[in-house]
């Protein structure tokens, strides 16, 4: 079955900008997305189809995919930020599959 | 506003039975793919089960393939989730979610959650 490996957490500095990375083989033939979630609430598409954001998303967030990695920058992160983030691709044999999520802390 | 209600959770024993439901409002239901993802408490999100926009076809992750079954109504904008033969490890926040336009690989919306707990 197919795996997406994310690191479980990382910190950032408010205003600094933070990368959080998503692996899985060949990841780059396949679209990734982002989604962060604040505890208690649901899930929220911030990244689509590797690149592109959904109205009212922040131009702060951005994603790239390349290879066996699949990468979400936040630029100019903000304390609001600080949330679990997941990557997810569909995979033909396993279907829709997540990250293991990271934690990101904004200190 | 798109809208994605779920209802039908709670506390049920090891071998019970559970059907969730998500009623949609704020978009043309028939026109989008849906699916329920969970997320078990402390844990990640995990795809469970997938609909096409017309029912006519249907995927499952394995854990659940043989117990539980989706459909929908696109009559009554609503999804559906019959769980069978639940076990502990089916105890987790069951999410709805919507695909995205013309397209099946994301999800754009997702509901409020509905927590379905498995224990005697």
């Known amino acids: 079955s197919y795996e997406l490996t994310q690191p479980p957490s990382m910190s950032v500095s408010p205003g600094q900008t933070a990368s959080i990375t998503c692996s899985g083989d060949k990841l780059g033939d396949k679209y990734a997305s982002w989604y962060h979630q604040k505890p208690g609430q649901s899930p929220v598409l911030v990244i689509y189809?590797?690149?592109k954001r959904p109205s009212g998303i922040p131009e702060r967030f951005s994603g790239s995919n390349s290879g066996n990695t699949a990468t979400l920058t936040i630029s100019g992160t903000q304390v609001l930020d600080e949330a679990d983030y997941y990557c997810?691709?569909?995979?033909?044999?396993?279907?829709?599959?997540f990250g293991g999520g990271t934690k990101l802390t904004v200190l | 506003e798109v809208q994605l209600v779920e209802s039908g959770g709670g506390l049920v024993q090891p071998g019970g039975s559970l059907r969730l439901s998500c009623a949609a409002s704020?978009?043309?239901?028939?026109?989008?793919?849906m699916s329920w993802v969970r997320q078990a408490p402390g844990e990640g999100l995990e795809w469970v089960a997938y609909?096409?926009?017309?029912?006519?076809?249907?995927y499952y992750v394995d854990s659940v393939k043989g117990r539980f079954t989706i459909s929908r109504d696109n009559a009554k904008n609503s999804l559906y989730l019959q769980m069978n033969s639940l076990t502990a490890g089916d105890t987790a926040v069951y999410y709805c979610?919507?695909?995205?336009?013309?397209?099946?690989?994301?999800?754009?919306?997702w509901g409020q959650g509905n927590l379905v707990t498995v224990s005697s």
């Open positions: 979610a919507r695909h995205g336009d013309k397209t099946e690989d994301y999800f754009d919306s």
């Open positions: 189809q590797d690149t």
């Open positions: 704020g978009f043309t239901f028939s026109d989008y793919c």
């Open positions: 997810q691709a569909w995979d033909s044999s396993t279907g829709w599959v």
């Open positions: 609909i096409k926009q017309d029912g006519s076809e249907k």
